[in-house]
């Protein structure tokens, strides 16, 4: 699928069920232009739910991670988005922080982040999936769409062409 959120804004932002996310994340990954469906995962300082989900083989899937914004840790690094490259993942959304940028830059995927931070998070296991989460002024829900370039975040109930 080729698009530009500009464009898709353009056709379908009277729409009730789109919404553009606030211009807060930083572009990772050597995809700077991706899309799919939502999977969401919630968890804080802690990223075992995080490597499960993208152990998971998938097609034309994006994650979002609602890490409560935390600035004291990364939640994705090289060795997890390895695992997503592997497994079919278009792109990570991370409310939150990730490490190893310069390594994550060369994999073939989209990743948005808060910021970088070189401290890997916690591993207690505690967090939830599929569940609304909400942030930078958008809901994102299990198996709506997300759109991400150069320009923003969209997301919308239904596929947009």
């Keep these: 699928m080729t698009f530009t959120t500009a ?3 353009d056709a379908h932002s009277h729409e009730e069920h789109f919404q553009i996310a606030e211009p807060m994340f930083k572009s990772y990954g050597a995809n700077p232009i991706f899309c ?3 999977t969401t ?3 804080f300082e802690d990223n075992v739910l995080v490597k499960k ?3 998971e083989k998938v097609q034309n899937r994006v994650l979002v991670i609602d890490g409560g914004g ?3 840790c990364a939640l994705v690094g090289d060795n997890l988005t390895k695992i997503a490259v592997d497994n079919g993942w278009q792109g990570i959304i991370v409310y939150g922080c990730i490490r190893d940028s310069a390594i994550i830059n060369q994999f073939p995927i989209g990743i948005r982040a808060l910021h970088t931070h070189p401290l890997k998070s916690h ?3 505690h967090g939830d ?3 609304l989460v909400t942030f930078a002024g958008v809901n994102f829900k299990h198996n709506h ?3 991400a370039d150069s320009d923003g975040i969209i997301v919308s109930e239904t596929m947009l062409s």
């Design 7 to 9: 464009d898709l804004c």
């Design 123 to 125: 591993k207690k296991d």
């Design 129 to 131: 999936r599929d569940l």
């Design 41 to 43: 995962v919630k968890v």
């Design 53 to 55: 989900v993208l152990e």
């Design 70 to 72: 935390s600035h004291r």
């Design 145 to 147: 769409f997300l759109y």
């Design 36 to 38: 799919g469906q939502i």
